[in-house]
């Protein structure tokens, strides 16, 4: 799985999809936002259905827009429906800690057989809890759980223990990267992907002294073409001069 892309960016996302290093899409409303998308439910239906079926079969993720139980499960049944690659975001709690959408998450994944990324979590144990309710995934916000002080790697390595040992299906998504040197590490303490915005995508691809390298083989590569070209234009001197050379040879035989 490893690489998922953390953008709503149509362009962004055509872009590393026709490289083949992409699995998946994640967004949320924030990231939506900041890609220009306003207009409510009916345009992220829109870009939606454009991404999703871009990506097929690699799964996206979309956030539900609400934290009322009901209409979260009704919102999330919804969002489903509209591709069979769409995987449902769910927060692991309410902004006043309102418990009820792990119950969501339990019952969309267990009773109505929709794929949840349990998403905005800070610590290896909501992780867990949320694995034990049946998430296809959980996002673990690494980036943040750096800002806040604490080690986010030793989150990703307990979390990854506790699933293997308990046997639990869900894949450890570790978000909110901040750094290139992120994803290398979250990868290799034991995500199983890593969701990555289009500028560090490009920041892990593009290095300096590669640009450098491949500059010398491009100037080198002319350089022996334009020796080559002189070398074939040579042999034609060699003949017009050893020709003139017979020529005078014959007259002053005569003379
Ligand atoms: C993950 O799925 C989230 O969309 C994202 O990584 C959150 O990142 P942030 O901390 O930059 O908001």
């Not at 009773?111 to 694995?131: E, K």
């Not at 959980?138 to 308990?166: A, H, I, P, T, W």
């Not at 901040?178 to 490009?202: D, F, Q, Y």
Request: proline share 3%.
């Amino acid at each position: 799985m490893a690489i998922f892309i953390d953008t709503g960016n149509i362009t962004e996302i055509r872009k590393y999809l026709k490289m083949g290093v992409l699995r998946g899409v994640t967004t949320n409303p924030t990231i939506l936002l900041k890609d220009g998308l306003t207009g409510g439910i009916a345009e992220i239906k829109k870009r939606t259905l454009e991404i999703a079926k871009m990506i097929h079969p690699y799964p996206l993720s979309i956030e539900v827009t609400t934290n009322d139980k009901d209409l979260m499960l009704a919102q999330a049944c919804q969002l489903a429906k509209w591709a069979d690659n769409i995987v449902v975001k769910i927060t692991i709690h309410g902004p006043d800690g309102e418990l009820h959408n792990l119950e969501v998450i339990h019952d969309l994944e267990n009773m109505h057989g929709i794929r949840v990324n349990v998403t905005a979590m800070m610590s290896a144990q909501q992780c867990f809890l949320a694995a034990m309710a049946g998430a296809t995934y959980v996002s673990l916000f690494c980036g943040r759980v750096n800002n806040m002080g604490y080690n986010s790697l030793d989150e990703v390595r307990k979390l990854r223990k506790l699933l293997d040992q308990f046997n639990l299906k869900s894949k450890i998504i570790a978000a909110s990267t901040r750094e290139v040197l992120n994803v290398i590490e979250w990868l290799e303490a034991g995500a199983h992907i890593v969701t990555v915005t289009p500028k560090l995508i490009e920041g892990m691809l593009v290095h300096p002294y590669t640009k450098e390298t491949v500059r010398m083989f491009l100037q080198d590569a002319l350089k022996s073409e334009n020796m080559a070209e002189k070398a074939a234009v040579a042999p034609e001197l060699e003949e017009i001069s050893s020709a003139g050379a017979r020529k005078i040879d014959s007259l002053s035989v005569r003379f």
